[in-house]
């Protein structure tokens, strides 16, 4: 197989924003349009309209991770 090389320019530039900066920027807006915010055990019933937001979970442990492959025929 031969060498090729292909080059462009990606106008116009994008900006990136991490995942805990939107989060932050969501709930700033939630919170300015009159969400309460609940950081605590909720038991019983969960009052509507309710978002359940609690974060990512942590990796299994070694030896214990699961691992897929994809394909596309």
């Avoid at 990606?10 to 924003?17: Q, V």
């Avoid at 019983?44 to 994809?70: I, S």
Wanted: proline share 7%.
């Amino acid at each position: 197989m031969g060498r090729a090389e292909k080059r462009w320019r990606l106008d116009p530039p994008a900006y990136g924003l991490s995942r805990y900066r939107m989060d932050q920027l969501l709930l700033e807006n939630a919170l300015a349009r009159g969400a309460r915010l609940v950081r605590r055990k909720v038991e019983g019933a969960l009052p509507a309209p309710f978002v359940w937001a609690v974060g990512r979970t942590d990796a299994a442990p070694r030896g214990e991770r699961l691992f897929g492959f994809k394909a596309h025929f």
